[in-house]
DNA sequence: CTAAAAGTTCAAGTGAGCTTGAAGTCAAGA
DNA sequence: TCTTGACTTCAAGCTCACTTGAACTTTTAG
């Protein structure tokens, strides 16, 4: 295979479709050369950024947090190894964080909801700038008498 | 306070705008009462339905599976704490596989992006089927060669 | 050479989960 | 009584993350 990909090739290996690679390059998540047709050719490395997204995505940053993340990385020269895990090491903490409030929603539906209290007090529920939580909507604390 | 709420009354306590409870209630997730003025009047026990919604949005259910799960509360008589606990307990696997999947996730960071693997076998990302991991959308497998 | 497959842009559509606005009704306090 | 403020419905709008469609060009296989 050739050093510079095409857009079905790099849809092919990544798992992520045509379409929203080229929706990744519209937000600047990626980017791509033109072959002389206008055609999109990416560089393997893109690969790994595409990695990266769909990584962070799973772990439930938005685009806007990861193209954050990814400006992070050296314009200059590709990146290292040491690059993407200083990247991803600040994350392990968003993810053990997620995992905490898990722990407390899965105490929440026994103690609380199953119980009865419902208070401010004994639910282990409140926990309202956690930045991480922040999947999907709804209410960010719980309020009884 | 009274036995049957306002909406201004149950958005506080809960921590959910009128309009999303409007929402709800459209959904058919939540029901209510009507004052001669055409006033919307919750009976009380609707603050532990929209707890469990809340509890339920955080763990990564969509309304639709929610009111599926709500359905399954009898109809003809105010939920037990039994009845909540029983709807509740299937849930604590569901939160554990999610958190193992954030584990796999943390492991896939520093182990596949750190280190630039990215390959399917060696990738502990592939879980296709998995239908908590719904987080967002994005590709369900990781293709390199 | 030709037909089909693959690529392009740009605008509009999708679905989830709400919010906002308009236009009007009802309730509570001075 | 008057005037806020809370409430109603209904339709439309919004954000996010894409997808789809139209109209067109380029590449590739036979």
Redesign the pocket.
Known sequence: MAQLL????V?KRSG?????L???EGRGLIS?E???????RFRRPVLRRIAF?VFA?RIG????EIGVELAKLPADRAPSAKDWSQLSSSWSARIDERIAELERLKAGLTECIGCGCLSLGRCKLTNPDDRVSKF???PRFWVTD
Chains 1, 2 share one sequence.
Do not use: W
Not at 6 to 9: A, F, V
Not at 16 to 20: G, L
Not at 34 to 40: K, L, V, Y
């Open positions: 095409t857009i079905s090739e849809s992520v479709a045509a379409s929203a080229r929706f990744y791509s033109r072959a002389g047709s206008g055609h999109r997204i995505q940053l938005s685009l806007d999907g909507p709804g």
